[in-house]
Structure formats: C-alpha cells, structure tokens
C-alpha cells in the first residue's frame, strides 16, 4: 500500500490528539511531520500537548511549534471545549523529548520546497502556519498536493450562527488556503457532527485494552462531558480525525466539488464559509466539500487506527 505523505497542522485539542493518534501509526500514512498553532488553546499549551501526546504514544515525530496570534485578527481560544490546558482529562508522565528549535512556518516551507509535490497539508485548527507559509514563500504553493481542513460549515457554525472555530480563529488565513489555486477539502461540520462518540463507542475502543485506547477513553470522558454541557450531544463530534480518515480510506466521504468563499468581510457572518451548494454563483468550483461520511466506516477506522498500537 503506497502510504499518504502528509503533514498534520494542528492545535491540540482533544480531537487532534486523536487525529495524531490516528495518522501516527497507520499503514496508509505517512506523518513527516506535526506542526503546531494557536487555537484551542495559546501556541505554548498546544504544542505542548501535541508533544505529550507524541510521547504516550511512543511514536518519533518532530513537532514543530507556529504561529502564536492569528495574521490580523485577536486570538480566541475553545478553554470551555477542551479546558484551561487544551487537553484537559489526560494525566500525562513528565516529557522527556522537546519541541524542535525551527518555526512550524518554516518547517512547512523548507519541507514542502524540497519535496517531489507529494505531500498531504492537514489542518485540523486555525489555518494560520499554512497561510503565512503561503504568503512567506509563494513557491511552495504549487509543491502541495492537497489540502484536506477541518474547518467551516455549509449549514451553521459552532462559534456563532455562521461560523465555524477554525475558520473564525483566522478567517484571513483560511481565505489565503481557499484562495490558493490548490486542491482542497474541506470537511466541516456538516460531516463531523455525524460522528457523535457515544459512550458504546467510548466503550467499544475501551476494550481494545493498551496505550492508544487508554488514551482515547480518558480523552474523550472530559470531551464528551464538555460537548454536553454546550451543545447537549450525548456524545462529542470526533471533528479532526475524519481528516485522517478520508485519507486512509477516500470512500468514508462524499464531497461535491464547490465554490467556498470565506466572508472576511462583513459582521454578522465573519468566518462564514459560503459554500454555493447549488452552483447559484456560477463561479469555478476551488473546493472539494464533505457533505456525508460513512458513520460505520469511520468508527471502524478508529478502532483499527487504535489497534495499531501496542
Ligand atoms: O470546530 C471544531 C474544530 O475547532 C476542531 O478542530 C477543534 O479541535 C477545534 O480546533
Ligand atoms: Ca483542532
């Protein structure tokens, strides 16, 4: 099996821990690389985490820490989501490793130029290291194979009525990523608040019994509970490892291609992604956009990415 060469942006998070967990030791994928970026938590706390994260897990992934502050705008953070460390729940040993000493920005760059226009951008936060890599060293813009996000919303947000946290973290950022000529995916909440983790699922990934589904249950027991307190789900939408999954296995999405636009422009809708399902605008499809998910594929993708460890 050819393996998918990618590099995992994020911001850690309890479902990009599970993202990492997912990508890390996978078959079909290939992870050069984590990059890390303020979003649900401050950049000193998610890259942190991502390295934790790393560590319980045993795998030998350099993690790369980016941007702290959005291009433009203030910083937000999701404390209320994924608590005042951004990976509340988790009792992690002391790290033994450290973040390495190069900019995510310019691990991005420097990667991306020296590749052979193979490699898979994920980003499952703010599209802040992407976009400022972009604008920082136009030449890698060609060199990326695909962009595959988490991020935005065909139907509502989740920060407000229009908007979803990845987008409105950094609108300006993800306008750059949309904008950029490149293949994109977006896999937004429309697909991933499908993928509810129900404690039969907590369950179920319990009994694989080692290090991956320890992880999982004691991460997903504050997620969930903080997902209910907000949005009253019985079980916290696993939004960031759908990414993975798409790539491990294309079928577990349908996407439309479509033209998105990112509303950096007005108030009420800031960070709205404008996704014109029905074509209404005449304007070229720049987005390949999740608009189903095969609920039972990717729970078994999970366990099977959970099965993968020791
Ligand atoms: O809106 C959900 C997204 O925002 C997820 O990526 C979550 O981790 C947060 O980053
Ligand atoms: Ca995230």
């Known amino acids: 099996m050819e393996k998918t060469k990618i590099i995992l942006d994020c911001d850690p998070g309890h479902d990009d821990a599970v993202a990492i967990l997912l990508a890390a ?48 705008r203030e910083k937000m953070v999701a404390g209320d989501i994924h608590g005042e460390s951004g ?26 130029l020296d590749s052979d226009g193979d490699i898979t951008v994920v980003t499952t936060g703010p599209m802040t290291n992407l976009a400022m890599a972009m604008r920082l060293e136009p030449a890698i813009i060609p060199m990326i194979r695909r962009i595959v996000l988490m991020g935005g919303s065909y139907t509502n947000g ?21 904008t950029c ?37 004691d991460l997903m027991a504050h997620f969930c509970k903080t997902q209910k307190e907000i949005f009253g789900w019985e079980g916290g939408p696993l939004h960031d490892p759908v990414t993975i999954a798409s790539l491990i296995d294309p079928t577990v999405l349908t996407t439309k291609p479509m033209n998105a636009q990112v509303d950096i422009r007005s108030t009420a809708s800031y960070g709205r992604t404008n996704c014109d399902f ?33």
């Not at 987005?287 to 189903?292: E, F, G, Y």
Request: proline share 7%; with cysteine; glycine share 8%.
């Open 158 to 178: 989740n920060v407000t009525p229009a908007a979803e946290f990845n987008i409105i973290a950094d609108a300006d950022a993800a306008h750059v990523c949309f």
């Open 87 to 112: 990976l509340d729940g988790p009792v992690f040993p002391p790290l033994r490793g450290e973040l390495e000493e190069e900019h995510a920005v310019s691990y991005l760059i420097r990667t991306l």
């Open 181 to 217: 000529g490149r293949p994109v995916t977006m896999v937004g909440l429309d697909v991933t608040r499908k993928v509810l983790c129900y404690p039969e699922i907590v369950e179920r990934m319990a009994k694989v019994d080692n290090k991956a589904s320890r992880l999982f249950v």
């Open 25 to 72: 030791k996978h078959p079909a994928i290939d992870l050069l690389g984590i990059t890390v970026v303020a979003g649900n938590q401050t950049l000193e706390k998610t890259a942190l985490n991502a390295l934790r994260v790393a560590e319980w897990l045993g795998v030998d992934v350099p993690v790369y820490p980016g941007c702290g502050q959005p291009m433009i």
């Open 278 to 310: 029905f074509g209404y605008l005449g304007l070229p499809a720049n987005v390949d956009v999740a608009i189903d998910i095969d609920v039972e594929k990717f729970w078994d993708i999970i366990e099977q990415g959970i099965r993968n460890y020791d």
